[in-house]
């Protein structure tokens, strides 16, 4: 299969000033459907969209967006076909071999939100030699959201401070919102700046869901697959002309 095309931006677009947004969250939507028009198994616009995810991630690296998360597989997307999850599982596991010196030679520090113990134990061992290697790591930190769910991100760190209660390690009146921060997989990121959803649909389907609270989000018509650097700096450009008042005047 052809890699995914794009438009090639060594360095950052005249046209895109300096004002860029520090995290750029990606709710990847559409595979399935790039295929579907084109008469392929759903299997191949998977495989098509992680080339853009890699290209996408480069581009970041280039133009100096320090954080990208992606939403690759939800716990909902359990309730898939088997043969379509099994394949992601295996796609996951074969670019986290594949593309582990790439990532250590553009600086990618890798991290992986979700409930991770229940994937396939190989796969886990994948993630935990990619997170391991390349932990310090610093140009672009590449955060991958697998088997995740926003609710129960929240759910989880309730219980971790309902623990830290029990234990007398910490006062009920003392829980702010610094507290939760501190107990969710995103602890020392800064939010996201720009949520971009691809494939025409406009809901958050259960990502991010405390942290995208004052996030800018950008909806596209184009299907992830056929996602690239201009549509990747369209979203930015119109990132770029917000008014971001955080409920100020």
Known sequence: MKRATSIFFPNLPSKIPNS??????????????????????????????????????RCCKDWGIKVLTVYAFS???????????????????????DQLE??????????????LDALPLS???EMQRAIN?????????FNVAINYSGRQEIVRACRQVAKRVEQGELKADAIDEIIIQQSLYTLDLPA??????????????????????????????TLW?????????????????????????
């Open 20 to 57: 860029l947004p520090r995290h750029v969250a990606i709710i990847m939507d559409g595979n399935g459907r790039w295929a579907t028009q084109r008469g392929l198994p759903r299997i191949a616009g998977h495989y098509q969209g992680a080339e853009v995810v890699k290209d996408i991630l």
């Open 75 to 97: 716990t909902e997307n359990w309730g898939r076909p088997t043969v379509e999850v099994n394949f992601l599982m295996r796609l996951f596991e074969r670019l986290l071999r």
């Open 102 to 115: 790439e990532m250590q030679q553009q600086g990618v520090c890798l991290s992986l939100l979700g409930e």
């Open 123 to 125: 796969l886990q061992r």
């Open 133 to 141: 290697l390349t932990c310090q790591n610093q140009e672009v930190y």
């Open 192 to 221: 996201p700046d720009l949520l971009i959803r691809t494939s025409g649909e406009m809901r958050l389907s259960n990502f991010l869901l405390w942290q995208l609270a004052y996030t800018e989000i950008y909806f596209t018509n």
């Open 225 to 249: 697959a056929d996602f690239n650097r201009e549509e990747f700096r369209k979203a930015i450009e119109d990132y770029q002309m917000r008014d971001r008042r955080f409920g100020k005047l």
